[in-house]
């Protein structure tokens, strides 16, 4: 039995071609599918919606009223699975949902938002910076940055690159107190420290060959790594900083590295979608434009 949906398609048909046969052609079934159908609208709608004979087939004046309403209706549906193909990549509109590292997405993500949103003025932001994990499901993010280890098989994962921790200090820093040449030597000066704003804890410092540095000695301790980076770079400590911070400010000699010979392994840097499947268009332009412009 028909679905009422296809009971209406071939109805419509049957009103615009004026012809069983061919609103059949149309349609790509046989006529006497049209006609059942037909039979059992009329059944339902309790009224007679063509007068038929051998030789023709006339709309009723109820048929009529019934298939204007029924057209609209039609159209409204079909339009929800239809793309506007009239509007433009600049027209774009809606809202993304953006996840990445505080330090990483204030440097990096924000001037790239901050462009699109100059070029495309019908999208939105909402971005949630965070040393912590995403909560990529409660809050709803369609995009994240993350450095580290992503588990979750179900993203959609593209590598960007790596990400370098140096330990780093000024020039001045290095000529008060030394350069240090041991994890020992390291635990003797001020330096900071970051806590986990979940739990509270001190992210250890990390080295080569698995080794690490309870820094719960530091002088500095703070829950943000730019933060971190603000108080390395006036002087007053040495610390293990993310490269995407500081390698600028390597290259222009306002930060020294140190312990060269213990840096560890550089993390990878992934930019990932939580959800597979279709991608809207403001979607994938923030995607691609991120890929991009952050690779490497």
């Not at 004026?18 to 046989?30: D, Y």
């Not at 500095?220 to 730019?226: K, N």
């Not at 490269?243 to 010979?261: H, S, Y």
């Amino acid at each position: 039995m028909l679905n009422r949906l296809e009971m209406i398609r071939i109805f419509c048909a049957a009103a615009d071609a004026g012809s069983f046969k061919e609103a059949a052609v149309r349609l790509g079934i046989s006529p006497q599918a049209v006609t059942r159908a037909v039979k059992e609208l009329e059944r339902l709608q309790g009224e007679m919606l063509f007068h038929r004979n051998t030789r023709q087939v006339r709309i009723t004046a109820f048929g009529e009223e019934l298939a204007e309403r029924a057209r609209g209706s039609l159209r409204e549906l079909d339009g929800l699975f239809e793309r506007d193909g009239e509007k433009q990549e600049d027209e774009m509109t809606g809202l993304v949902r953006l996840a990445a590292p505080a330090a990483l997405g204030r440097s990096q993500l924000l001037p790239i938002v901050e462009r699109l949103a100059a070029q495309h003025p019908g999208l939105r932001f909402d971005l949630r910076l965070t040393d912590q994990l995403a909560d990529v499901v409660g809050e709803k993010i369609d995009i994240g940055i993350r450095v580290g280890s992503l588990r979750d098989n179900r993203f959609v994962v593209k590598r960007l690159g790596k990400a370098r921790f140096y330990v780093v200090a000024t020039p001045k820093f290095l000529r008060k107190y030394g350069r240090p040449t041991s994890i020992e030597e390291l635990q003797t000066l001020p330096c900071t420290g970051i806590l986990a704003r979940d739990t509270g804890r001190l992210w250890p410092w990390i080295f080569s060959h698995d080794r690490q540095m309870n820094a719960g000695g530091a002088r500095f301790l703070c829950d943000d790594s730019e933060a971190e980076y603000l108080i390395v770079r006036s002087g007053q400590a040495i610390g293990q900083i993310a490269g995407f911070l500081v390698e600028r400010d390597i290259a222009d000699g306002k930060l020294v590295t140190v312990m060269e010979d213990f840096e560890p392994e550089p993390w990878d840097m992934y930019l990932y979608r939580p959800q597979r499947g279709p991608m809207p268009a403001r979607l994938r332009l923030v995607f691609d434009t991120l890929a991009g412009e952050l690779a490497g």
